[in-house]
């Protein structure tokens, strides 16, 4: 059989739209590899620095930094709860109902207070949906504020400080001794590893019986689970 008499293996119409395809995915692809990495990593897209504008012009430089009230006043869940509840206007009112009644700041509070209905706040620091996140479990492990909230006793407005996306999460699950410290002081902004006879005091130890790697003896001390554990995708999305 000659060449000229050979049947021709013929293609589908649709064959021809291949190249198309190919090219249009892979440029898409390829837009979207330089978004993730060149937008992914910014600050403006993980929200850091985001700072709403709330009901109340609450400082907290001033009520946990300047007038030294504890966390724990107003969240009082942070160590219970999966969530660190906001206050309820009771809260504020033990002090407002006599400090500054009239100011025109605190008009929200006194109308929550009247009516029943919440201070709409605006969430700042917010997971999404698909991570499961337990405030409770941070703190009990022996996590600061200030690990993942930054200086909040500094800030007159509320903002968030960290990028809290999965590489910074990551990043501490996978050495987390370096962040720990003893579970009563989580909450004291001022605390620091270096007062020796503090931290004794809190490890209920001698400063002579201190550990020489604190993250690590606070690791065993509170069974904080193996690195392992803490970056298996089920820890955090589950």
Not at 92 to 110: D, F, G, Q, Y
Not at 158 to 173: D, R, S, T
Not at 187 to 213: G, S
Request: charged share 15%; with cysteine; aromatic share 8%.
């Amino acid at each position: 059989m000659s060449d000229s008499e050979k049947p021709y293996l013929h293609f589908p119409k649709w064959a021809n739209k291949v190249p198309i395809i190919v090219a249009t995915v892979g440029g898409l692809l390829t837009v979207y590899v330089i978004i993730l990495l060149g937008y992914g990593a910014n600050a403006r897209t993980l929200n850091v620095g985001y700072a709403p504008v709330q009901p109340v012009p609450f400082s907290h430089e001033l009520h946990a930094g300047l007038l030294g009230i504890n966390c724990e006043y107003c969240h009082t869940d942070v160590k219970r709860a999966a969530y660190a509840a906001l206050p309820p206007t009771q809260t504020c009112m033990n002090c407002h109902a006599e400090i500054a009644p009239k100011s025109k700041k605190l008009a929200w509070i006194h109308k929550s207070y009247a009516t029943g209905l919440p201070v709409p706040w605006i969430k700042v620091n917010d997971e999404p949906d698909y991570v499961y996140f337990n405030h409770a479990a941070h703190v009990n492990a022996g996590i600061s504020c200030l690990t993942c909230h930054g200086h909040i006793n500094e800030m007159t407005r509320v903002y968030q400080a960290k990028p809290m996306n999965m590489a910074w999460c990551l990043a501490c699950h996978r050495d987390p001794a370096p962040h720990l410290r003893p579970r009563n002081e989580v909450t004291n902004l001022q605390w620091t590893p270096n007062n020796k006879a503090q931290l004794a005091h809190d490890l209920n130890l001698t400063v002579a019986t201190l550990p020489k790697n604190l993250g690590k003896y606070l690791m065993k001390r509170y069974k904080i689970p193996s690195t392992k554990l803490l970056t298996d995708c089920e820890t955090c999305h589950r």
